[in-house]
């Protein structure tokens, strides 16, 4: 059970960087909860709450990338209340980005370093997003 | 009882915030929950797993930082799976930080502002933490 919660939630992680990369909306809505109030946090900026407002970030941030890829380094799952009957799931993740302008030079991209979590809510049987915060990582900010 | 929660939701996190004040790790340390596993990402950094690794940085942090305040704003509790029978809480907060190197003088204060998104986990019938999650907020950030 506990295994293929964590898959489910992992496919719908997955869908979400999917989504982004491909400039996807329609993917990026299917993918969040509908009975709770989606939050948003994107790095360096101040939460955005509800649906509507949640997806129109998405499609502003889409429509201001050119190319984007995420490498998800360090994913994580760990559910809530506890393993055995989870009602919610809290993902932190690594997002490796590569970004640019276009695809046709290796100098037009620039690389990108963040942290997520990401917060999953069971509802009908299917795991939803409920929550997305990500925030950069300084470099050398290891001790 | 959704009021009875978000007050004592509310209660929790501030003790969070007035344990890193006061530099007291053993209040920070019984805020958090005991049966999941504690997840911390501070400002900047990679997340840290672990109750004993989350205590340890909290007392590197606090070792560190010579005076810091908090004034927190926009500070909003969801709960999960719903506010009816809710197992989980989802808070938002603007953390407004004054932070300096001792009191003597207004000069040497700086201030800093940063979003956190902290999520707590009901354990016999108290609200623990189970995540925090600080990340900078850009000046001028806002469109």
Chains 1, 2 share one sequence.
């Not at 329609?26 to 909860?33: I, V």
């Not at 946090?41 to 890829?69: C, D, F, K, T």
């Not at 380094?73 to 932190?92: G, I, K, N, W």
Request: net charge negative; glycine share 6%.
């Amino acid at each position: 059970m506990a295994d293929r919660n964590t898959e489910a939630v992992l496919a719908v992680n997955q869908a979400m960087y999917d989504a982004i990369e491909t400039g996807d909306i329609d993917l990026m809505n299917s993918l969040w909860a509908a009975r709770s109030e989606a939050i948003c946090i994107h790095p360096g900026a101040e939460p955005i709450r509800g649906g509507s407002q949640v997806s129109r970030s998405w499609a502003m941030l889409m429509a201001n990338v050119g190319y984007i890829q995420f490498f998800l380094t360090d994913v994580t799952v760990s559910f809530l209340p506890h393993a055995e009957r989870p009602q919610v799931a809290y993902l932190t993740c690594t997002e490796n980005m590569l970004s640019g302008e276009g695809v046709d030079s290796v100098e037009s991209f620039t690389g990108g370093k963040a942290v997520a979590s990401n917060v999953f809510v069971l509802e009908d049987e299917h795991w939803k997003l409920a929550a997305h915060h990500s925030s950069p990582v300084a470099v050398q900010e290891e001790q």
